[in-house]
């Protein structure tokens, strides 16, 4: 057999695809690394500005903005053009990211930081869907340990660089620093990404669109406030559920009428399309909710600073960035896939088990030890369920693909806070109360996420009950996250390892995707 000699041509094309890729990962990290920023100089924005009780808020409505505009913008790069409309989120998020920074008051805020969720609804699409048109689906794995860096590094980054801004520069530069990295994603993707026009016949589905926005920002606001702001049980939760139902099920029979829906259901019939968005829905459930009770639980019960909050989740991302680069080269080499869902579900319970059985006793490295098997599992899982779903999909669909995946994740992500963090606090203030009495019920009112300095200022007792409190806390939450899981593993056993486009086991040349990037 001839060696492949790679024509100037080629090397060309890849060194292209490459600078694209840079640009992309930029915007990536833009969407991924603000929330953690913005979290850690929250307290100095409230002090500055005022409006303690609108805080959730400055949360809420920039997750409300991103998820209801997610598909919305995955359905327009299938109509009029992707480059188009990636370029437009990052203005869109930049132009948010600007006010966020000028804003005088909580109301402002909260309106801006909208804004910037509208753009950022379009970034993770955008990204997605670009690589699915650039990249072949047996050659996208060798790029997955990119996108797995760029999450880990957000994720352990974003803490001590929103610290260190905050500190130094002030909260103000939270959101002007994502001004000098946008501008320089949108020079890298006008400059070198060229990829064909589009131009649809058919309009937008606006009624699609309203029942679709409804319907998710009803759900949102259901797991942001349920069990905090409102009683589970209360009339304005139910009401929430009520409207979120009937905007959904109205959606879902409109999209059956609608001459261009906005979200085609017949992707949906793909097996492996349905079983990557479940498997993507419970992966952000289990994900964000371990990287909300982890650095809670080593801050309380371990006494680690909260300053190095990103840094305890060193051995769950850095386990999850190792597997999704074998992961991708592997299937990239081989063209298998299957084993990856089937061994990460697995990873994921034994690693969400392990977690649960953390004590008041339980050690750094053990804790560490149990971080990295949830790792192992995760990284099985993040890039492999977004490449399975886009090979699920003619060409033609895969903007709708990649936001239909990446919706399924952002909502799952908000349940999995909601409810884990239901459960765990509810733990909380049950032991407190059993083990504190009213010195405990008034700890768990006044706040139930003590940082380990302010835990050293407690009674004894009370230190020792909230350790406690804390870790029985934890337990219920992954133990839940473990039972919910076992879905992940279920779903894996159905998928149907279909040949990857792009790849030599291909059926139709036609299918072939290759880069439509030149070097300018």
Known sequence: MADT?????????????RVVLLALMIAMMLAMLDNMIVGTAMPTIVGELGGLE?????????????????????????????????LSSIVIFLIGSALS?????MGELIGFRAIQGLGAGGLMVGVMAIIGDLVPPRERGKYQGMMAAVMALAMIGGPLVGGT?????????????????????????????????????????????????????????????????????????????????????GFVFWQTKAADPVLPLHIFRNRNFTLMSVIGFITGFVMFGATLFLPLYQQAVQGASATNSGLLLLPMLGAMLVTSMVAGRVTTNTGRYKVFPIVGGALMITGLYLLSLMDTGTSRFTSGVYMAVLGLGMGCLMQITMLVAQNSVEMKDMGVASSSTTLFRTLG??????????????????????????????????????????????PPLAREAYQHAVSAGTHSAFLLGAVIAVLVLVGALFVKEVPLRGGPQAAKPEEQVAPLVEAV
């Open 5 to 17: 000699v790679e024509s100037p041509q080629e090397g060309k094309k890849q060194r292209s695809v």
């Open 54 to 86: 609108h805080l959730s808020w400055v949360v809420t409505g920039y997750t409300l903005a991103t998820a209801a505009s997610t598909p919305i913008w995955g359905k327009l790069g299938d109509m009029y053009g992707r480059k188009g409309a990636f």
């Open 101 to 105: 920074g000028m804003a005088q008051n």
């Open 165 to 249: 801004i905050t500190d130094n520069w002030g909260w103000r530069w939270s959101f002007y620093i994502n001004l000098p990295l946008g501008a320089v994603a949108l020079v890298l993707v006008s400059a070198v990404l060229h990829l064909p026009r589009k131009r649809a016949k058919a309009g937008i589905d606006y009624l699609g669109v309203a029942l679709l926005t409804i319907g998710i920002t009803s759900i949102v606001l259901v797991t942001t406030w349920g069990g905090s702001e409102y009683a589970w049980t209360s009339a304005r939760i139910m009401e929430l559920i009520a409207i979120g139902v009937v905007a959904l099920a």
């Open 413 to 458: 992500s908000s349940f999995g806070v909601a409810i884990m963090g239901a459960l765990f606090n509810n733990k909380v203030k049950d032991v407190m109360a059993e083990r504190a009495g009213s010195l405990g019920k008034g700890i768990t009112e006044q706040s139930a996420q003590l940082d380990a300095k302010s835990l050293a200022k407690l």
